[in-house]
């Protein structure tokens, strides 16, 4: 299996613009979580979807975030406008019922 | 609430055995876990345990759980310099589904 595969692997863009985030995750997962890094907060849960619906999101900083899961392959974290505190490592992670969460590589996202 | 503890840094020396302890407050807890995070990786599971379990052995690893305390404790026995990297702890409560993690322990090993 490829694992979860994120894109992309570096972003960078000016403040203001418009950054989508890219998920694939393991095939036959039906959860999918948004993970955010950083160094002050270490690691915290955005958002997660089981069968493709959203359960909780009270993790999204702001209105500028959102995410959808159109279906069970694919899911985008998108911001809108991006700040230079949006910069980060954004991890995207699967599981199914009887699995721990399997992580993507990430993508590190640069908000200048 | 939800709350997972580490401290942040532990050197070794190479061979020697390293432990990285953590303290969660949920006494709820399902499954705790330990992934490992090298640079420019995403977190890759390690080992995890039940919270009915006591202890789980796995080649060099051991996990122990002590959950009077709260207390759950990684052993990396024979610690190779392959093993640097960043050791996070997590909790979840009522299966997979909501994962708390700790800040994470860098473990830096010396040859």
């Known amino acids: 299996d490829a694992g979860v595969i994120q894109s992309p692997r570096h972003e960078v863009t000016e403040m203001g613009q418009e950054v989508t985030l890219r998920c694939k995750p393991i095939?036959?997962?039906?959860?999918l979580f948004w993970y955010r890094q950083t160094m002050m907060r270490g690691l915290e849960l955005l958002i997660y979807?089981?069968?493709?619906?959203?359960?909780?999101d009270s993790g999204m900083p702001e209105d500028r975030f959102s995410a959808k899961m159109p279906n069970a392959s694919f899911s985008t974290l998108k911001i809108q406008p991006s700040e230079p505190r949006d910069s980060a490592v954004y991890f995207c992670a699967s599981s199914s019922g009887d699995s721990p969460l399997h992580f993507g590589n990430g993508t590190r996202l640069t908000v200048t | 609430g939800e709350d997972v503890e580490q401290s942040l840094f532990l050197s070794v020396r190479e061979g020697d055995s390293s432990v990285i302890n953590c303290t969660y407050t949920?006494?709820?807890?399902?499954?705790l876990y330990w992934y490992k995070q090298e640079p420019g990786a995403g977190l890759q599971l390690l080992t995890y345990?039940?919270?009915?379990?006591d202890m789980k052995q796995d080649q060099r690893l051991t996990v122990l759980l002590n959950k009077k305390d709260k207390h759950l404790s990684l052993r990396i026995a024979d610690t190779q310099t392959g093993d640097s990297a960043i050791y996070f702890c997590?909790?979840?409560?009522?299966?997979?589904?909501?994962?708390?993690f700790g800040i994470g322990t860098k473990l830096q090993v010396i040859p």
């Open positions: 949920d006494s709820s807890s399902t499954y």
């Open positions: 345990i039940f919270s009915n379990m």
């Open positions: 997590a909790e979840s409560i009522g299966g997979y589904q909501k994962v708390t």
């Open positions: 095939s036959g997962h039906n959860s």
């Open positions: 979807f089981n069968n493709n619906v959203p359960i909780d």
